[in-house]
């Protein structure tokens, strides 16, 4: 496939300079091209009412972005019954992808800032490639056998994983026109390449027993080894149990038509969690440049370490357990379920400040704990009347996230996310990356609450008023910083309608969340 990508990777992209653009900026000039007058004609100084944005029209017409794309799967099956209550299964699957990516950015769109305005740019290309390859390998025992009101089933196997990554990327500038747009035609500046792979081993087990299909119960467990944890830490050991009592089924039931289905449920289960990059267990090289010789010097290419050796490091464990109801009534006319949950997440793997001494800010470590308990209901129609058909279906859920524990001393975590003032902190007794700005208390009405209030020296009548958190009299952007929410919706929900008529279908679905805060950081 080929697509021309509109890219809003950062602020300066698309969709955030159409946020930002005054209205009466202009897209075209009367000669029909476009008008920048945005980019920074009307500031004066460096006051921020009037910020550099470059036209987003232009941006999105001007600049190639193609991406093509070329994906490949296969899959092949093989069972063989070994003996009537026992079967052989192998399944091998793999996936290749292949990404190519060509942009340029031409001379007539101008760089964003008030010194560029109505300045043609240096034209930019980029090409880049990447190639992934994943396959998977799957071999199980399968024995199953009923006996009388008893059913058995037991399971073995293992299973073996790899995914791989071959990316480059060559950029090249000093086009002499726009009118060739590939890296031929322009100077190359820069250039990268990278190879990285992981691999996943597993074993696994389960046993199931069905009583009369009134009780059932099943126990599982298993093994998993990650290529990317520590040399002494690399498996990580899972057990799961569930149990299940069929109401409905029972003698007592039968007599009660308005049920078509009760049943209760409840679990228990210790699951994994290897999401990280590759590598970052083992101590790594980058690359860096040296000036050695006497006077000036000259650069030298040369290496630096680029993270901290743990050979310790090892699985993010989730432990949950889960009560569950599933209800029908009216020959499953309605239907209900409900799940209520408590998931304890432990050796969570996060980026943890170091001291600078070491030579780094942070280091991958498995510290801290963090709970998340909530409850899900769902509630369904389904009924048929002739030729009409209608299916309606509506669900809730609920989650509070608590982090429980920090490590040693329970330090907060403060993290950026790149943009200046706006944090991040993960602190014991409130949620998981919590946003940890200034508190803002209204506007500066006039320059008399200006003066009676603490504030930044370039505060004007009309700015956001912020709280002193501290309560020194002074506004400090790392001393008066306090929670101010977090992404965690209060509830989320859902509702689906399908409706079927003489081969006639119609559907609509609604999805939303309610209590979620978002950071403007365009407000900021």
Known sequence: STENRISNNDQNGVVSSALQMPPNFPVYNPDGSFNFDGNGKWRVGKDYQHNALLNPVALANLTENKFNTTNMLGRIYLGYQLLKELKYEIAAGSTLN??????????ILPNLGQQYYLTPSNPTAKTGSAFIYNWVIEQT???????????????????????????????????????????????????????????LLSSLGRVQYDFNGRYLASLAFRADGSSRFGSRNKWGYFPSGSVGWNISAEEFMKSVRAVSNLKLRASYGLTGNFQIGNYEAIASLDNDNYILGSGSGQIASGLVAKNVANPDLGWEKSAMVNFGMEAGFFDQRVTL????????????????????????????????????????????????????TLNASANIAFNRNTVKALGPGNTSIIQTAGTANTFFITRVGDPIGSYYFLKENGVYLNQADLDANPHFG????????????????????NKDRAIVGNYFPDYTFGCNLSLSYKGIDLGASLYGVQGVEVVNLLRR
Not at 98 to 107: E, K, L, V
Request: charged share 20%; aromatic share 10%.
């Open 141 to 199: 025992l399968n024995y199953a056998r009923s006996f009388g009101k008893h059913q058995l089933k037991v399971l073995g196997g293992f299973t073996a994983q790899k995914n791989g990554l071959k990316q480059s990327t060559v950029t090249a500038t000093n086009f002499p026109n726009d009118l060739v747009h590939t890296i031929n035609a322009g100077q190359v500046t820069t250039g990268d390449a990278s190879e990285q792979e992981w691999s």
């Open 98 to 107: 292949t990404y190519r990516n060509d942009y340029y950015r031409p001379s």
């Open 337 to 388: 379920g409900i799940d209520v949950y408590n998931r304890n997440t432990s050796d969570l793997l996060l980026n943890v400040p170091v001291p600078l001494t070491t030579g780094f800010e942070t280091a991958r470590q498995n510290i801290g704990k963090v709970n998340n308990k909530g409850l899900e209901a769902s509630l369904g129609f389904n009924n048929r009347w002739n030729d009409l």
């Open 458 to 477: 370039n505060a004007r009548p009309g700015d956001f008023k912020f709280e002193d958190i501290d309560g020194d009299g002074e506004l400090d952007v």
